[in-house]
């Protein structure tokens, strides 16, 4: 059973393009959770998906930001346009059907986004 | 406000020695505390999770501590080792939402051999 897989692994932008960060769950995980993470701070959340609802994008700027998890495939997270703030390190975590009530959330490794 | 707060901000410590860190938390009402350790460059890893009425927990050289009353937890560390060099994030979890953690800052461990 893989991890979260998450690609790419780094991804260089230039200003005003589009990055498509992309995130498969562990197998049978329904809930997939994105985060993004600047240097030296903390996860912040973004957005939580189950299969094909957003259920919680709070966390998500309104402007350019979108998230997707079709019934099959990948969570997409989608920067339109993006600029130099948008430079971060993604982090994408998935837990069994019933969120994270006492269970465990699992990263993937991340993509790294560098926009120039 | 729902917070994390954590301390030391940075660590250095021999290989071998011991280390001990700490998380303060607003968080209310709490569901769960986690300890997961970041090495750079990767994702989190999940190394303990305690609830409300759990005290302690251990997962090998790590020993994490709650106190639900004075809303603080600790991590300490054992014979530290080369390979525990990375950031220890505290993330707490309330009762009132189903998935939303909030998570500190981390404390960033050296260790130096």
């Known amino acids: 059973n893989a991890g979260v897989m998450q690609n790419p692994r780094h991804l260089v932008r230039r200003r005003g393009q589009e990055a498509r960060l992309r995130c498969s769950p562990m197998k049978g995980h329904s809930h997939v959770y994105w985060y993004r993470q600047l240097p030296e701070e903390g996860l912040k959340f973004m957005v939580y998906?189950?299969?094909?609802?957003?259920?919680?994008e709070s966390g998500m700027p309104k402007e350019r930001f979108s998230a997707e998890f079709p019934k099959e495939g990948p969570s997409i997270l989608r920067i339109q346009q993006v600029v130099r703030g948008d430079s971060a390190a993604y982090f994408c975590a998935s837990s069994p059907p019933g969120g994270l009530v006492g269970t465990e959330a699992f990263f993937g490794q991340g993509t790294r986004l560098t926009v120039v | 406000k729902n917070q994390v707060e954590q301390s030391p901000q940075s660590l250095i410590i021999l290989e071998g020695k011991n280390c001990t860190l700490q998380c303060n938390y607003t968080v209310s009402p709490f569901s769960n505390l986690r300890w997961y350790k970041q090495d750079t460059g990767r994702g989190p890893v999940s190394l303990t999770i305690?609830?409300?009425s759990e005290n302690t927990k251990s997962n090998g050289r790590y020993t994490a501590t709650l106190d639900a009353d004075t809303k603080q937890s600790s991590l300490h560390i054992t014979a530290s080792q080369l390979s525990d060099s990375a950031s220890y994030i505290c993330?707490?979890?309330?009762?009132?939402?189903?998935?939303?953690?909030?998570w500190g800052a981390g404390t960033k461990l050296i260790i130096k051999p």
């Open positions: 305690m609830t409300f």
């Open positions: 993330v707490v979890r309330g009762t009132d939402s189903n998935y939303q953690l909030i």
């Open positions: 998906l189950q299969k094909e609802n957003i259920i919680d």
